[in-house]
């Protein structure tokens, strides 16, 4: 059983209630917007040349490339490709993605809700979302780029494990390496720009901040991975940190689908921890067989994907369904007046039109009502976490048991 939470651990979780009590008392979001906004929306305006300039370049191929491109950097994609590293025998690398994609995707879809930034007007631009995740994307405000911040990231941060991997001292692999990683960058930024998608200036500043990020990153991660294989009462404190961080949340000036991204990869992130922490010793420690050793074969590693990928759906749907049913019986039972703006029909109230824009209305006011001062809870949230906690947990933990039962 775990201890006591320890010093440290208490003042973080009271540090982020206290932010979150001040900013909501004081209304610092709205002041911080008020302050920003008006610049921002200009700088996207007089860009809008600058876009048309590029789009007079307009071809099938690059509609297509850049279409692939963005699909190749999006938050679906990093869901996806997660799990096999996991499974690869790279959990250290996995584990550290997946923390670091969740660090993004809070603080980037946290500017861009407090700053509110329009993206460029369409028309005069031509803006393509091939993709139902495109379409959602473009729902979301501009500033900052959130593919720019995640690729910036991720693959800088991927270079960094490669290198200290395979331990390179050779200078010009070093180079080839960061020019790679800078050509990626430089052509998810035109193809943004080229799709209609964002603004010279959503592009700078997603380029700045995960600059920012990554730095910051390179000199904690050690430290986070540490606290996860081998902390004290790492499972309890991350549940609270998840849990306060639903809090922790600007409300934009209009909704926006970027709440719910954010809810998703927080229950993501605590599966993860969870999972890892109470596994670690027999399925994500550095000695376990890595991708074409003798120890995982391809052949392998290919039944691993079609044993995995199936299980962890299934407890996805379960995970949801699950939770459809206990968290409106909680409710009731303790007496927490609830809604549901799209899961669950018979709990819709007087919500009504399109499940998606219910969904965002309601995911910032009412969220979290006992912060807010509202009398009604919309479930949706805790639902849609419970059902990432459930699937990223089956990733680490359920599903390598499988492959230890089935000698994969």
Known sequence: MESVLTWWQVASLCG?????????????????????QFWVTRQVINGTSFILQIQSYEHKFLDAFFSVLSCVVSVPFYTAFLPFLFWSGHGKLARQMTLLMAFCDYFGNAIKDVVSAPRPNCPPVRRITATKDEKENAMEYGLPSSHILNTVCLAGYLLHYILSYYQHDNDFVKFAGV?????????????????????LIDIIGGLAMGLLILSFWLTVHEVIDNFIVSGQNVTSFWAALSFLLLFAYPTPEFPTPSFEFHTAFNGVAFGIVAGVQQTYSQFHHEAVPCLFSSELTVPAFIGRILVGLPTILLVKFCSKALAKWILPLISHTIGIPIK????????????SGNKSDNIKQTSYAQKLFFFSGQDIFDVDTGIRFLQYVGLAWSVVDLVPSVFSHLRL
């Open 340 to 351: 549901s703006s799209g899961y669950i029909p018979m709990l819709n109230g007087s919500v």
């Open 16 to 36: 982020i209630i206290s932010w979150i009590w001040v900013a909501s008392h004081l209304n610092l979001t709205k002041k911080f917007r008020s302050l920003v």
């Open 179 to 199: 020019g790679l990683v800078c050509l990626f960058v430089g052509l998810i930024g035109l193809g943004r720009i080229y799709l209609g998608m964002h603004s």
